[in-house]
């Protein structure tokens, strides 16, 4: 769809097609073809999932019934970013379960879990598609045996497993005698499983109401099926979105309303996994503080999320950016409720933005990339026992800095010999068209993520470019796929840390706190290998007091 996209016949065309379930709308290559084919399967998950509520609607009142009060969902990218949007969104009914998201690796994020939780009255929610995620495996390989210290052999009863037929993950539940495993219809991707068992268990178990997150879900089908008017359809949405990024606009900013606060970091996997690839792409821009027009560049699209009906009128700050020329678009939920027709929405607009670009948007070959990055360096701390001697490229009051060859030798002649003197000299390669990454390998809390925002604020205001925010090693499986097989347009800032006291894998010869470092190691070596613009700042073990100094210091610039 990349010629004449705005053409209304072309736009029904694929709207059609799509809803036929063409493998060959993104690429004429065979295996290209193969994965688009077993990949389809969310177009039919309204009507799909709708007989199956009632059983999981029972299936959350036992598990109440039983005493359980809290649910902790182990998972990464898709089957994570779902339920925590619609817990965020939602909240807790009354008598249903809190649940919490653990797609973390950091050692204080583990034990953070353990110290707030009751492994009597805890529900474990193990959710991977593939079954082998490496993420998810240690998570319950750790609390599996918190569990079992607690309640003997009936460990099992505190455990579910959603996962694809077949996986090693449903084979371990039915070995360790899990509650429940439900089995996800296999043709459905990861990040477009929103509305399939990855989303709807952990929605049955807040409370939340499935059959009106379904029918919001089954109305969007009707307004962007093939009878429907194209105007105003998920199939135009994607198709400007993609025809922006071909005109060089490309950062998606997305501006919430409220109650929609969360709905963004599933939108930035959905968007940037799907698009960002052979040298092609849409940055999503999530939560980015507000500005005034001239701190933006001419890459921007801004979309308002909002739900309920909007203002006639654009809110002040939108108003001022259409004025001065940048796309602004409205998207409006029908109430919160209307999440489910979200959900949909976005899963085809993106599609069709995937068409406009000529990507395949169901596969993520630079995720795997990193993946097996990661294994190798893994494999490395397992021979030697140790991790391999790095030497820094300035060290001062507690911080390093660490920079590939070819990163060392473009800043040597105006980097500082400091730490935060690199991360200012790594910004200042930044120009028009560029975004700015910081890949934080950190726990998030609402100290270090104040932090990080002021960082994201002094970036822009030094360098003018679209500003990201990912924690690692969950945003390895949302916006890693963009960063190493998108545009060569980031400028990537890593951040590591030392967290405290390692905390064990059961079985496994390391910890979360060597595994988290193996995944840092890895991304870095890709990035590095790709000739992207990166510098990693290792803050020690004073976090809070590290981030204050590279927030000073990148201010200081600004005011230079």
């Known amino acids: 769809m990349s010629r004449d996209w705005r053409a209304p016949a072309q736009l029904a065309d694929f709207t059609a097609r799509l809803w036929a379930k063409d493998a060959t709308l993104w690429s004429a290559d065979p295996a290209h073809r193969a994965v688009a084919a077993n990949r389809l399967g969310w177009l039919d998950l309204p009507a799909r999932m709708a007989p199956e509520v009632a059983g999981l609607e029972a299936f959350a009142e036992e598990v109440a019934a039983e005493g359980f009060t809290h649910a902790v969902l182990l998972g990464m990218g898709g089957s994570s970013l ?20 653990l797609d973390n690796t950091s050692p204080a994020a583990v034990r953070a879990v353990g110290a707030t939780h009751d492994p009597a009255r805890t529900l474990f929610v193990v959710s991977s598609k593939s079954g082998g995620t490496i993420e998810v495996a240690s998570f319950e390989k750790h609390f599996f045996e918190w569990v079992r210290a607690a309640r003997g052999d009936d460990a099992g009863r505190a455990f579910v497993a959603i996962t694809d037929p077949g996986t090693a993950l449903a084979a371990l539940a039915a070995t360790r005698g899990y509650r429940r495993t439900f089995l996800n219809p296999a043709d459905i991707g990861g990040r477009y499983s929103a ?138 939920l029908d109430g919160l409720a209307g999440l489910g027709g979200a959900f949909l929405r976005w899963e085809i607009a993106t599609a069709a933005a995937g068409a406009v670009l000529g990507v395949d948007p169901f596969d993520e070959p630079n995720v795997a990339e990193a993946k097996q990055a990661t294994q190798v360096v893994l494999e490395r701390f397992l021979a030697d026992g140790r991790f391999p001697d790095e030497t820094p490229v300035a060290e001062d009051d507690g911080l390093a800095a660490y920079a590939p060859l070819a990163v060392r030798e473009r800043l040597a002649a105006r980097a500082k010999a400091d730490p935060v003197g690199w991360a200012g000299a790594l910004l200042a390669l930044a120009g028009p068209g560029d975004y700015f990454a910081l890949l934080a390998y950190l726990r998030r809390t609402p100290a270090v993520h104040e932090r990080l925002q002021r960082l994201r604020l002094a970036a822009r205001a030094y360098t003018h470019v679209a500003t990201t925010l990912g ?83 990148l201010g200081a610039a600004v005011r230079a």
């Not at 779902?82 to 998201?101: C, H, I, N, Q």
């Not at 097989?485 to 980031?490: R, S, Y």
């Not at 390391?510 to 988290?516: E, T």
């Open 471 to 553: 924690y690692g090693p969950r945003f390895l499986h949302s916006t890693g796929q963009l960063h190493k097989g998108g545009p060569a347009t980031g400028v990537f800032l890593q951040l590591t840390a030392d967290e405290g006291d390692e905390v064990a894998i059961p079985g496994e010869p390391y910890g979360f706190g060597a595994l988290r470092r193996e995944q840092a190691a890895g991304d870095f070596e890709v990035l590095a290998r790709r000739g992207r613009r990166v510098v990693r700042i290792h803050l020690g073990a004073a976090i809070e007091r590290g981030l204050d100094a590279l927030v000073e210091g």
């Open 195 to 332: 509305l399939s068992c990855f989303g709807l268990v952990p929605a049955a178990l807040i409370g939340a109401d499935l059959r009106a997150l379904l029918a919001s879900a089954a109305a969007e089908a009707r307004r962007s099926g093939p009878a429907a008017p194209v105007e105003g359809g998920a199939v135009q949405l994607g198709a400007r979105l993609g025809g922006y990024a071909l005109e060089h606009r490309d950062k998606l900013t997305f501006v919430p309303g409220p109650g929609l606060e969360a709905l963004g970091s599933w939108l930035e996997q959905l968007v940037a996994e799907s698009t960002g690839k052979d040298g092609r792409g849409i940055v999503p821009v999530d939560l980015e503080p507000p500005a005034p027009p001239g701190a933006y560049g001419e890459d921007r699209v801004f979309v308002e999320l909002i739900a309920g009906p909007p203002s006639p009128a654009l809110p002040p700050a939108l108003q001022l950016l259409r004025d001065a020329g940048h796309p602004v678009l409205r998207e409006r």
């Open 82 to 101: 779902a339920p925590e949007v619609l817990r965020s969104t939602f909240g807790v009914r009354p008598g249903r379960l809190e649940l919490t998201v």
